[in-house]
């Protein structure tokens, strides 16, 4: 095991995220503030208790979900696609690390990172609305485990993309859509019964509804399954980013 | 002695069907400076690209110490460092954090002392805590070659390391690099320059169309394959060519003061000995004689475009 080259990396990532500081943090957390005002305020003056959870309250989790799966995937596949591009990548390949080692600087960076920033946003969330979190420790490990997972799709892809274009089209044409379309702003429950059956489909829901459940204790789909699905997750990003080192497709020519 | 490097029916095809690397074979000796000399595209680049585990091998084996390149990739990469030929480095960071960096990748205890004396020795120390993004160019490439040495490797491969660089960063180049050799580093170089690899390598590689067209020691190689040019300064001008010497082929110059001879120093039967005995028959008197060797240039330039039957060209 190469400590040192990992944590290399690692630091290394996390450097970049610090000379970036206003656009990782502060954009984030400026979006975050406007959603609150927009939904919070506009629609929450109508629709006033979700489940019997004040409707600010109830978007916070599924707020923290928008930002943290656009922001991991973003992060982490920009993390490797530009040494790609800008061929530093060569001192990465030739270092005697290992894939693995590879993966854990890069996607434990990118997913730190979210995970700060969730937190952030979850602490800005207090300055608007009042809220309490039923299962803390829950919270938590949804809420990194939902940070690894995008991490490793968004590394997946920076390492698939060969263009500007690739590594934007996946963040911004999936997962903006299925985070909006995953319950993070309203209750599946309150939509008609064919669309509940299609919004199963979206997996988005279950990290929502799992992370909702650690804050109020009611969920729209089983903690369990929630659960299962990031596990199963985590196993497909793992296996599709081991079957690229391992082939080198895309990395070594 | 067993060899540093050792190469075996390395091929490579890239995924586009270009066959850059035929097989090759080649070996490496511990602590020479090797210079593998071959014009745009031979494969050199490919070669050192495929040793250092940045591309992979369509074919053949690797091994360095005795270590396979992919089954002890971690012992073996430990061991070399490479200078690349692309000037890529990350922009953002400080000259300072980028060598820590590379060390500390290479899986080696942080070392600041080191460090130091290493940007002290390539001149980058007052630059220590720039941006590499405000370098010059022959700036970053010292930059690259302090990262490539962070790890203190014992086999160094640079790429073209005097491309658009200046006489004086050569010269300081060259002195490293006589004194990592000294240090018992093994260097390998790649170049288009034949008075680099006339001025610095023990042992040169030619490398054309994806084949090692040659291996020799320098001097040997010179020699062997140096075409010589011999000149008899003659006391009395002749009128023309003897008939007797008809069969050297010689020339007259210098008003018919100068006769010349070219041969190959490496054809026992052509020397001079028999032409000088033949001279000294014919009573023809001379006061000097001076023999030219041709550089490497020339003896590159006839290997390159010598024609190669092997290649794909000659099939329909
Ligand atoms: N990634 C790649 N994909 C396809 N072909 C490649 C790739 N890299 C190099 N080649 C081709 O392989 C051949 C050898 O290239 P290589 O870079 O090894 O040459 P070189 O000897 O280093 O040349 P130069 O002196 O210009 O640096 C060239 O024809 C090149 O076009
Ligand atoms: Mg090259």
């Known amino acids: ?253 | 002695m067993q060899p540093i490097i050792d190469i075996t029916g390395i091929r490579k095809t890239y995924a586009s069907g270009l066959e850059a690397l035929q097989p090759i074979d080649l070996s490496i000796q511990r602590g020479e400076i090797f210079a593998l000399l071959g014009p745009n595209g031979a494969g050199k680049t490919t070669l050192i690209s495929i040793i250092c585990g940045i591309a992979n091998p369509s074919a053949g084996r690797i091994s360095i110490d005795g270590l396979d390149i992919v089954r002890d990739y971690r012992q073996v990469r430990q061991r070399i460092g490479l200078v690349p030929q692309e000037l890529a480095v990350s922009m953002f960071e400080s000259v300072w954090d980028t060598v820590r960096f590379s060390r500390s990748l290479f899986g080696c205890k942080p070392n600041d002392d080191y460090l130091s004396n290493l940007l002290k020795d390539l001149s980058l120390w007052d630059k220590k805590d720039s941006h590499i993004m405000a370098l010059s160019g022959g700036m970053k490439r010292r930059v690259l070659i302090a990262k490539a040495l962070a790890h203190e490797p014992s086999v160094l491969f640079l790429d073209e390391p005097t491309a658009g660089v200046d006489v004086e960063l050569r010269r300081d180049m060259w002195s490293m690099i006589r004194k990592l050799r000294h240090n018992g580093v093994t260097v390998i170089l790649t170049t288009h320059y034949i008075e680099e690899a006339e001025d610095m390598a023990d042992r040169i590689g030619v490398i054309n169309k994806g084949k090692i067209v040659l291996v020799e020691e320098k001097h040997a190689l010179m020699q062997k394959l140096g075409q010589k040019t011999m000149t008899l300064h003659l006391n009395a001008p002749l009128p023309e060519i003897p008939a007797a010497l008809q069969e050297y082929n010689l020339q007259l110059s210098e008003q018919g003061r100068a006769l010349i001879y070219q041969y190959n120093s490496a054809d026992r039967k052509e020397g001079v000995a028999p032409l000088l005995a033949k001279v000294g028959e014919l009573n023809i008197d001379y006061h000097d004689l001076s023999t030219k060797q041709s550089s490497l240039e020339e003896i590159f330039v006839s290997l390159v475009h010598q024609p190669d039957t092997h290649n794909a060209e000659a099939t329909p």
């Open chain 1, 1 to 253: 095991m190469n400590g040192y080259g990992i944590k290399a990396i690692y630091l290394f990532e996390l450097a970049r995220t610090w000379r970036t500081l206003m656009q990782s943090i502060a954009s984030p957390v400026l979006s975050t503030s406007l959603y609150f005002i927009v939904f919070g305020s506009a629609i929450g003056s109508r629709i006033v208790e979700i489940d019997g959870i004040h409707y600010g309250a109830f978007i916070i989790p599924g707020l923290i979900m928008l930002t943290i799966l656009t922001e991991s995937t973003s992060n982490a596949s920009f993390g490797i696609y530009m040494p790609k591009f800008t061929g530093t990548i060569y001192e990465i390949l030739s270092a005697p690390v290992s894939a693995l080692e590879i993966v854990i600087g890069y996607v434990g960076a990118a997913a730190t990172k979210s995970v700060i920033l969730g937190l952030i946003i979850l602490v800005t969330a207090r300055c608007f609305v009042d809220y309490s979190i039923a299962h803390p420790l829950w919270m938590l490990a949804f809420l990194m485990l939902t940070c690894l997972t995008f991490s490793l799709l968004g590394f997946l892809i920076g390492l698939w993309a060969k263009s500007f274009e690739q590594l934007q089209i996946i963040p911004m044409m999936v997962i903006t859509p299925l985070t909006f379309l995953g319950g993070s702003f309203y209750s599946i429950s309150m939509l008609p019964e064919f669309w509940q059956k299609v919004t199963l489909f979206n997996p988005v829901v279950y990290l929502v509804s799992g992370f909702r459940w650690s804050f109020y204790g009611a969920a729209d789909v089983h903690i369990g399954i929630s659960l299962a699905m990031i596990a199963i997750f985590i196993a497909i990003f793992s296996a599709l980013i081991a079957w690229i080192f391992h082939t080198g497709y895309k990395l070594r020519p």
